[in-house]
């Protein structure tokens, strides 16, 4: 990346997670209407929600495994570790905001006492942890982009990424949760 880049991360993490949230936000404000996009079948849509339970799990095994990396000073399978992460984050994302802009929110199919009490409080949690982790998140891996990994070492990238990584691995762990509430246990 350029010198620039190298020199603007938090104007470049500021930007990315401003415009990432802003996607999110139009989507579930109902912005983006389903007419931008091309509409797939029923039975895809209704993939979905199972596919990103898949996609939310091999997460969590890739933030772990990339932890794991550079508790080793294996730094190239960190890197390739994080940088799926973020990948399967991407995709989780784009799938669950495709599906939403096409099918809405789902409805909690659980007694109302269990959706008060259990659900909200429990989805709330996972989607503030989401919005939190993002800037984070873009944060390490600029960083990252932007140095070698010995300058790293002179900057919050660890810090940064340890706590983007606590706040991913709880928020995908909450989203499988809140998977199993709609679709399994309920």
């Known amino acids: 990346m350029s010198d620039w880049a190298r020199e603007n991360v938090s104007v470049l993490t500021a930007v990315a997670s401003a415009v990432a ?7 579930v404000g109902g912005v983006v209407p389903s007419s931008a996009l091309p509409r797939a079948s029923d039975a ?7 596919f990103n339970a898949v ?13 794991r990396a550079i508790a080793r000073n294996n730094v190239t399978r960190h890197r390739n570790f994080m940088v799926a992460s973020f990948a399967l984050f991407v995709a989780f994302l784009g799938a669950y905001l495709y599906r939403l802009i096409h099918v809405g929110t789902t409805e909690f199919p659980g007694p109302e006492l269990a959706y008060s009490y259990v659900y909200l409080p ?5 989607i503030l942890l989401a919005i939190v982790c993002v800037p984070f998140v873009f944060h390490a891996l600029f960083l990252a982009a932007t140095r070698p990994y ?7 990238h660890s810090q940064v990424g340890f706590v983007g990584a606590v706040l991913w691995l709880i928020s995908f762990t909450m989203g499988i949760g809140v998977y199993l509430m709609l679709y399994l246990i309920y």
């Open 21 to 27: 949230l802003a996607l999110v936000f139009a989507a």
């Open 55 to 67: 996609v939310s799990a091999t997460a969590i095994a890739t933030i772990l495994l990339g932890w």
């Open 44 to 50: 895809v849509l209704a993939a979905i929600p199972h």
């Open 122 to 126: 429990f989805l709330a949690v996972h």
């Open 150 to 156: 010995e300058d790293l070492y002179q900057t919050r």
